[in-house]
């Protein structure tokens, strides 16, 4: 039976880097208040010249060049972002274009910070009918645009980033055993990010103040641990693995308390859940991506290490995934 394996990771962060102490200078608050609440040290954000379409085309090539494969033999691109460059055409396109992709199709999708996984479970899907296809999934985001820096429940928690890898069929037994996603819809108010005024009556916000991300941040919390940890279970259940079996555990990067929170409810160690938003803070669809490529560069898989993948975001959308790696 074949399987979705990953053969290539990479990933781009910009060059501009803001410090906890840079933000004070911007807004009330503390490098302090911002470590103990949420764990994050630094972030990084984009310039001009660092589109989300140049993030993600640069961690595009490092998955292809560690992969052996050329970009010319790429098949389908999905980019998960929140962020593309413009409307339309897709980010999906213009990575196509920077990469010089010329045989693929190419895509968006859009489910926040979710969306890289979603974006692996569609190239799965391709993968079943067609496991020669090899297929670029990228989260990639530039929030920093899309950020309020006078609103101090929010700047201090998001950064810039791109992630990627190549994924193709195998079957010598590794590879992608489950998923489970989910989303509701009727939480969607929790954590959001208007676009332009809507002309819809029925969309049209009165006091509408620009589309900046605005979240319900306590809510959120609750919601990402209880919701994960769900997800978890239920992919582990499909597979037949027990939690003890994992060997990395790489969630969402959204802030140390939740990812705490969320390895104590799962009696996953501490250890084996990999951390690295104090670095980055929280890059949405980028943050599973640029983790699993850090992870895999420093050698934290070995082949037949069992991996889970879990993520949350706005919407809201859940789930987990189980790679054979
Ligand atoms: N610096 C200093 N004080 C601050 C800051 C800041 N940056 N931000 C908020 N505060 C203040 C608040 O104004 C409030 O002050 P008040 O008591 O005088 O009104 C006080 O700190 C407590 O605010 P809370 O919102 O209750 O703080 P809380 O302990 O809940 O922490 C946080 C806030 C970090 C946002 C937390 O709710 C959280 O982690 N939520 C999860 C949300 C998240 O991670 N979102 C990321 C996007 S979602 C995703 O990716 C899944």
Redesign the pocket.
């Known amino acids: 039976m074949s399987r979705a394996v990953i053969c290539g990771t990479g990933s781009c962060l910009p060059t501009g880097k803001l410090t906890n102490q840079d933000?004070t200078d911007m807004?009330?608050?503390?490098d302090e208040?911002?470590t103990t609440?949420?764990g994050i040290k630094t972030r990084y954000i984009s310039g001009r010249g660092e589109e989300t379409s140049k993030l993600a085309a640069n961690a595009a090539l490092k998955a292809l060049t560690m992969a052996g494969i050329g970009a010319e033999e790429l098949d389908i691109i999905i980019v998960a972002t929140i962020t593309p460059d413009m409307s339309m055409p897709s980010c999906a396109c213009l990575v196509q274009q920077q990469l010089g992709a010329l045989n693929a199709f190419a895509f968006d999708l859009n489910a926040?910070?979710s969306g890289f996984v979603y974006g692996l479970d569609v190239a799965e899907k391709y993968l079943n009918s067609n496991p020669g296809l090899k297929i670029l999934v990228v989260g990639a985001e530039t929030l920093s645009g899309r950020i309020n820096w006078q609103d101090?429940?929010?700047?201090?928690?998001?950064g810039d980033g791109a992630g990627a890898c190549i994924l193709t069929g195998d079957d010598s037994g590794r590879g992608m055993l489950a998923a489970e996603l989910y989303s509701d819809g009727r939480l969607f108010d929790l954590?959001k990010m208007d676009s332009a005024p809507s002309m819809n009556p029925e969309f049209a916000v009165a006091d509408y103040d620009g589309s900046y991300?605005k979240?319900a941040?306590?809510d959120?919390?609750k919601y990402?641990v209880r919701f994960m940890e769900k997800s978890v279970a239920a992919v582990l259940k499909k597979a037949g693995i027990s939690i003890e079996e994992i060997r990395l555990l790489i969630p969402?990067q959204?802030?140390i308390?939740?990812l705490k929170n969320l390895a104590d409810h799962l009696g996953i160690a501490h250890e084996k859940v990999y951390i690295n938003l104090q670095k980055y803070g929280?890059t949405?669809a980028a943050?599973i991506p640029i983790a699993l490529d850090e992870a895999n560069r420093e050698g934290r898989l070995v082949d037949n290490d069992l991996l889970l993948l879990c993520c949350?975001?706005?919407g809201f959308t859940w789930g987990a995934m189980i790679f054979r790696w």
């Open positions: 933000l807004v009330d608050t503390s208040w911002i609440r949420t926040a910070c101090r429940n929010t700047c201090v928690l998001f954590l991300i979240m941040g306590r959120v919390f990402a969402h959204a802030n308390r939740i929280n949405s943050s949350f975001g706005g």
